[in-house]
């Protein structure tokens, strides 16, 4: 089935996500949005490959820790980076369709595999706030809500400042002394510069509201709940963009659902890190852990892998064991 | 079959060559994804060996000689606006390595090698719109083209998103979906004018070297 989860992270703390930095001084990701009058306005952009990513290791989490398993470096790499292409220069499409059957993470997330780029099946858009610069490429139903709400005022800066506490006399005490070499030049001793710093980020404020959409196309109902599955693991620590050592990035989220013309708007939400799923999200997510608990004792394969040995082998390749 | 006009409602998207994306490989695509399945679909195309060619699309054919042909349809047009470069990253996972990899001796090489990260950059053009001229089925060209929700490289991290396919009769058409790469000789025998000459393939899927041959760039 093809089907749409949209709707709204909301910032809690301010988000960081940069794009480049001058000197110590970091700046947001912005796109160009054209608006209607034909004039370019800057605007926020939280990549959807930054949120893809994320996703893609909540889900193998979920997975690993639902199993109760590790993975050697290689599968570990595909299923937490997208993986890698080389090898021998051989497309082996039964060993790929053996994965897909039995991993349903690597069905939706695509990867490589072998000699192969296996395409994913989902598309996260990129994410940017409800403001009026950004209205050309909101939905309707959000223009009413954006033309109110300037982009100027969604950011900040905010200055962080990192102390060298070995230059502070309180803590001298602490610091094995460094035995002095008699013959040592004054030169070196003068280049021994502080650590201190002070730096300067950019920052979407808290409070904030940003659009997002992921689009999932030919999927079934157990990779639905493969993705849905992911949001546990997002909730435990439901911050996104950088810096979440400092607080950056916690997020409340609201998704609805859609497939088929039918809409669940309380399809997924995190508030205040709980999560909430509706009645429908919940029967794919048990579908799905359904799969996990299974191939936990034997592999799945349809009428079409012919080679059943081979079933066994891809897996136990898989799983390093 | 009817001239068409195809646009796509958009903010930006990420394009590697004046020529793309080209509208029947969009429409070949999904044309494809519906007729094979996704799993069949995604499996096949990652591979040389799994591509046919495709002689079923609801588009006009232009057929030259010796069984060579290609779809009416034109290359894109589009107002490009601003143009700059977008970067995606990958990085190996070192935090999730602690707790989810096997224990492994040695050190894991990712400034070189399989596991290296990667930053890279892609152009990016903000236009609002893009446009193909096409001969073609309206009904079943809307219809495939209501499943694509992004067009251009680097779909599914979100680039190139479509707000809105408008499909509408424009008797130009007809005359305009001649700007497309073609067969060089073909474009000499009919004294179209070009840009450049590359090898290209002139209808989809383009990897497939029967498609291939040296073309007349518009």
């Known amino acids: 089935m093809d089907a749409r989860l949209f709707g709204i992270i909301k910032t809690k703390s301010p988000l960081s996500h940069i794009s480049e930095a001058i000197s110590t001084n970091s700046y947001l990701v912005q796109d160009p949005i054209l608006q209607d009058d034909g004039t370019l306005e800057e605007v926020f952009c939280y990549s959807g490959n930054a949120l893809r990513g994320q996703m893609r290791d909540c889900c193998s989490r979920f997975m690993l820790k639902h199993m109760d398993r590790k993975l050697g470096l290689d599968s570990f790499h595909l299923m937490f980076s997208g993986g890698k292409i080389g090898g021998d220069q051989v497309v082996d499409i039964q060993a790929a369709k053996i994965l897909r059957q039995n991993i349903p993470v690597i069905c939706i997330f695509g990867g490589g595999i072998g000699n192969q780029i296996i395409a994913g099946k989902m598309k996260f858009q990129n994410i940017y706030p409800v403001c009026k610069e950004a209205i050309p490429i909101l939905p309707r139903e959000l223009c009413e809500k954006a033309i109110v709400r300037s982009y100027v005022d969604m950011t900040h800066e905010k200055s962080f400042t990192r102390m060298d506490d070995a230059k502070n006399d309180l803590n001298g005490d602490y610091i094995s002394k460094k035995q002095e070499k008699p013959n040592e030049p004054d030169e070196k001793k003068k280049k021994e510069v502080s650590d201190q710093m002070r730096m300067t980020s950019e920052l979407i404020a808290a409070g904030v509201e940003l659009y997002s959409v992921i689009d999932l196309v030919g999927v079934t109902e157990i990779e639905i709940g493969a993705l849905l599955s992911g949001f546990y693991e997002f909730a435990i620590a439901p911050y996104i963009g950088g810096q979440s050592n400092k607080g950056h990035g916690y997020v409340d989220l609201n998704y609805a659902f859609i497939s088929d013309g039918k809409l669940d708007s309380n399809f997924i939400s995190i508030l205040d890190g709980k999560l909430n799923l509706s009645n429908e999200a919940l029967g794919y997510v048990s579908k799905y852990t359904a799969i996990l608990d299974r191939t936990k004792t034997e592999f799945i394969a349809d009428e079409s892998i012919i080679d059943k040995g081979k079933i066994e082998k891809v897996m136990t390749e898989f799983w390093g064991s | 079959m009817k001239p068409l006009q195809i646009t796509a409602k958009i903010n930006s998207f990420i394009v590697s060559d004046p020529w793309s994306p080209s509208i029947d490989s969009v429409i070949a695509y999904w044309h ?79 400034k070189a090698g399989p596991y290296k990260n990667f930053r890279g950059g892609f152009n990016h053009v903000v236009a609002k719109n893009i446009s193909w001229f096409v001969v073609g089925d309206r009904h079943e060209i809307v219809r495939l083209l209501n499943k694509c929700t992004n067009i251009g490289a680097k779909a599914s991290a979100g680039f190139g998103q479509v707000k809105e396919w408008v499909v509408t009769e424009n008797p130009e058409s007809a005359e305009l979906c001649t700007k497309r790469p073609v067969p060089l000789e073909f474009a000499d025998e009919s004294g179209l004018a070009y840009s450049s000459v590359l090898e290209w393939a002139f209808r989809p899927p383009f990897r497939m070297s029967e498609n291939r041959t040296i073309c007349a760039m518009p």
């Open chain 2, 32 to 110: 494809l994804f519906e007729k094979m399945g996704a799993e069949e679909f995604h499996l096949s195309a990652s591979t040389q060996t799994g591509l046919k060619l495709i002689d079923d699309l609801p588009l006009d054919k232009f057929e030259w000689k010796n069984d060579i042909w290609w779809w009416r349809c034109s290359s894109p047009t589009y107002d490009a606006k601003d143009m700059s470069l977008k970067y995606i990253h990958r990085r190996f996972d070192q935090h999730d390595a602690e707790s989810y990899m096997k224990s492994k001796k040695g050190n894991i090489m990712t």
